[in-house]
C-alpha cells in the first residue's frame, strides 16, 4: 500500500499487510533458528517480527517501522523485536534543527566522536542543551521536542554505551515497548561461530560470493570486499572501545577474540534472517541491498539455506514550519526544467503546431542517412524553426527564466521546509500519534493469528 497525503506526505508498505500472513506462513524451526533464538533469549514459540536501525533519534520514515513490527506482531500474535544497528559509527549526536528563516543548525547533544568508533564502543555523553534564540516561538512543538531529548539523554547518561543511551532515550519518548537487540552481541551467538568457522576454513569463498552477489545487483552500491595478495577481507569489523573500528581480513580472525568481532550490515541481516526472526522489516535502503545478502548466502551456504521473508515499511511527514505558498523541491525542479527546455520547446509556450513539426524533423533526422545531404537539410530546416520559435515567443521565454531565477532564494527555504529527515521528537506529537494510528489502520483491517 502507498497511502499519500497532503504536500506529498506518505506511508508505504510492501507488500500490503493483508499479505503479511502468506509471508508468516512457514516459520524459521530449523536447527540454527532455535539455536540463534535461544541464544539471543527470544521466544522460540510464535511469530518473530524484527526490525532495526542505528542508535539515534530518526526520521519518521524509521519511525513507522517502529510502528509497523508493533502493529503487525499484535496481528498475528507474535513478538517484535528492534535490532540496534551498534557496530556502525553514525553521528547520533548531531541533531539537525530548523531555524527562523526556514534554515538549518545542528544541535550537538555532545562533542562527536572518533572518525569510525562504532556507537556501541563509545561511552554515554552529558548531554548539552540546545541553543533556541534562533527556533520562532510559533514552533513550539519544536523546543518541546528539544527538551524531551535532552532529558531523556541526561536520564540514561550512565547506560552502558551511547548506542544503549540513544536507544533507551528514544524509546522513553512514547514508543511502544518491545524487545531491544544490539548487533554486537550476535559475536557471543553459537550461530554466528559457526559461521566464523566456514569463513576460516574457506576465506576466499565467502568474499567472493559476497563479490558475486553485490556485482549482480549495482544498484544496492554495496562495496566488493578486497580481495589482493594473500589477503581476503571478510564481512566483519574488528570493535575496540572508544576506538576506530578495523576491516578484519581473513588472516586476523586468528588474533582477534570472537567478542570483538561484529558483523557488517549483509551479514547482520542474514544472519537475523537466518534464524533470529520471520519476517524482517526493512526501509528503502535496506530494501535495495537486501537481494545481495539473499543472493550471497544462497552461493555461500547452499541453495537449502531458508532467509525469513522481509517487508518494507516508511513514511515521510513533514516539520509544519512553512506557510502555504512555499513550492516543494519537486515543483521547484519543475519549474527550473521548463525554463532550461523552454528555449526549445514550442509547446512550452502554447505552439502546438510548432511544436509537433520540431518532433516531425526530429525523427526525419534520425531516419536520415549519417552524412547526408537530405540530414543535412533537415537539420538547417530544424535550426531555423528554433530560432523563428525563439524570435516569435521571446517574452514568454523570458518569462519562464525569471519565473526559475526568482526561486533562487526559495529553493534552500524548500528544501528545510520539505525535509522528511528530521528527529520524530520535534513534530507535534499529535503528527507522531497520526502516523501510528494510520499504521495500526493499515494492519487492523487484517485479522489473523498464525499457528
Known sequence: MNAAGADGESL??????????ELLATPQAHAWSRSLRRDLGLHENGSVIMSGHQAGFWHPGILAKVFAADAAAAAVGGSAVWVVVDQDANEPLAVPLPRDGLKRAVWNLGPPGPLDVATGSRPPVQPTPAELSGVPAQWSFVR????????AMEARRDAASLARQCTEAAWSLGLPPMRHIYATALSATSVFGELIDRMTADPLAC????NVAAAEHPR????ALRLGGDRVELPLWERRPDRPRRPVFADDLAAVPRERLAPRALLMTGLLRLGACDLFIHGLGGER????????FERWLGGTVRLA?????????????ADGDLLSPREISRVRDAARRVRYDPGL?????????????????????????????LFRDLHALVDDHRIRHDEAIAAFKARAAALTDAASASAVAFDRAWAFPLY????????????????AQVSYRTS
Open 12 to 21: 508505504t508498505i510492501r507488500p500490503e499487510p493483508a499479505r503479511w500472513l
Open 144 to 151: 518541546e521536542g528539544v527538551a524531551r531529548v535532552h532529558h
Open 207 to 210: 568474499a567472493t560470493a559476497y
Open 220 to 223: 544496492a552500491m554495496i562495496r
Open 289 to 296: 541491498y537486501d537481494p545481495v545478502t539473499e543472493r550471497w
Open 309 to 321: 521473508p522481509t517487508a518494507m515499511v516508511t513514511a515521510t511527514r513533514y516539520l509544519p514550519i
Open 349 to 377: 509556450c502554447g505552439d502546438p503546431a510548432t511544436a509537433r513539426r520540431r518532433h516531425e524533423l526530429s525523427a526525419a533526422i534520425s531516419a536520415a542517412p549519417p552524412n547526408s545531404p537530405d540530414r543535412r537539410r
Open 428 to 443: 507535534p506529537p499529535d503528527m507522531i500519534d497520526g502516523l501510528r494510528e494510520e499504521v495500526r489502520r493499515a494492519f
